[in-house]
Nanobody, 115 residues
Framework: QVQLVESGGGLVQAGGSLRLSCAASGSIFSIKGMGWYRQAPGKQRESVAS???????NYADSVKGRFTISRDSTKNTVYLQLNSLKPEDTAVYFCNAYTFSLDYWGQGTQVTVSS
């Protein structure tokens, strides 16, 4: 089992920045990659950014150049730096960790961007 705890959401004005953190615990040795998803009201959950244990990163086109995912293996924590935020970035952001066979999710953290 893997447990994920997110933090760092909040309310910010358009153009502002936030940093989300996701701390993993439990069977972290089984994790093959981690990432961030988001879900806005009335919309499906979508992938925002991901990173593998080998350091390969991927980003949704809508956030490329604005968001950066990073990982601190010593702290078993993944970060998502959100810059140049837009109102359309408003959503609940979920941390995800995956193994060969399972997906784990955090409880989510709200990001609200005001115009």
């Amino acid at each position: 089992q893997v447990q994920l705890v997110e933090s760092g959401g909040g309310l910010v004005q358009a153009g502002g920045s936030l940093r989300l953190s996701c701390a993993a615990s439990g069977s972290i040795f089984s994790i093959k990659g981690m990432g961030w998803y988001r879900q806005a009201p009335g919309k499906q959950r979508e992938s925002v950014a991901s990173t593998t244990t080998g350091g390969i990163t991927n980003y949704a086109d809508s956030v490329k150049g604005r968001f950066t995912i990073s990982r601190d293996s010593t702290k078993n924590t993944v970060y998502l730096q959100l810059n140049s935020l837009k109102p359309e970035d408003t959503a609940v952001y979920f941390c995800n960790a995956y193994t060969f066979s399972l997906d784990y999710w955090g409880q989510g953290t709200q990001v609200t961007v005001s115009s």
